[in-house]
């Protein structure tokens, strides 16, 4: 829950920051591409490092990651001018890292809990994602209004102690084994698809949902300054966009 709040104390900044500085749609929507954008094409082999390699491991090494770029994230942002092509290049570094945690995350928490608790496991996953995503934007709205968009950076980096102590804790079940590898690998969950129609409908629907409806939370910087009336570096926009997360 820690590193989610976060991480949705970043996202909101992010977005608020792009405009704040160009007051463009096409500056806000690269900075969310670089952010997301990777998702698309890096899970599958996040997911194929979940079945490869030691997910302990793997999850610790990237949540360092993720911490790092942070912080670097923090510096360039500094000034109050930060390079445009700089703050690109990090937050796509941190989008990889993003791309690459999800899938290996989610791949744990069926070996964490028994069979018969695996609902309440996953709902309880659910519950604090969605809790993040209203309390981080709220905080971060209201951290990068009185101090400036470093802060939230850093707090964000710090928040994922959080996870690695968590990690740190728990042992876990090496990968299944699997004769395939490379290339194959990475192509089994596209097989998997294609013969199960459940997980095929599964795929299709959210892949729709997200890429034709979601978009829309990506220019709320925009939409908030041009139309609501709404400052993006204020803690009004961090309530605006809670109410996504309430939803």
Same mark, same amino acid.
């Given at each position: 829950?820690?590193?989610?709040i ?10 608020a920051?792009? =405009? ?16 997301l954008?990777? !998702?698309?094409?890096?899970?599958? @082999? ?66 964490? /809990? ?20 209203v ?11 009185? =101090? ?5 950076? @850093? ?14 804790? /728990? ?8 004769g ?5 690998? !990475?192509?089994?969950? /596209? ?16 892949? /729709?949902?997200s ?12 939409i ?12 009004? =926009?961090?309530?605006? =966009? ?6």
């Open positions: 829950f820690a590193p989610n976060g991480t949705w104390m970043q996202n909101v900044v992010l977005g920051l792009a =405009y704040t500085l160009t007051k463009s749609a096409v500056d806000v929507g690269a900075m969310m591409a670089a952010q954008g990777p !998702l698309l094409v890096f899970s599958m @082999v996040g997911g194929m490092l979940a079945d490869s390699f030691d997910r302990k491991r793997l999850l610790v090494g990237l949540s360092i990651q993720q911490a790092a770029f942070s912080l670097l994230l923090a510096w360039v942002t500094l000034d109050g001018s930060p390079n445009k092509n700089a703050l690109l290049a990090v937050v796509f570094a941190i989008g990889v890292g993003n791309a690459l945690y999800a899938p290996v995350f989610s791949a744990v928490v069926p070996v964490l /809990v028994p069979r018969h608790d695996m609902p309440g496991a996953i709902s309880l996953n659910s519950v604090q994602m969605n809790a993040s995503r309390v981080g934007p709220a905080i971060g709205a209201s951290i990068y209004a009185r =101090y400036g968009p470093s802060w939230v950076f @850093v707090l964000n980096a710090v928040s994922f102690a959080f996870v690695i102590a968590s990690l740190l804790r /728990v042992t876990l079940p090496p990968p299944p084994a699997s395939t590898r490379g290339l194959h690998r !990475l192509l089994e969950g /596209v097989r998997v698809a294609q013969a199960d129609r459940v997980v095929r409908q599964c795929l299709v629907t959210i892949f /729709v949902f890429f034709f409806s979601l978009p829309f939370i990506t220019q709320l910087p925009k908030a300054g041009d139309h609501l009336d709404i400052a993006p570096k204020s803690s009004a =926009y961090g309530a605006l =966009y809670a109410c996504f997360g309430i939803g």
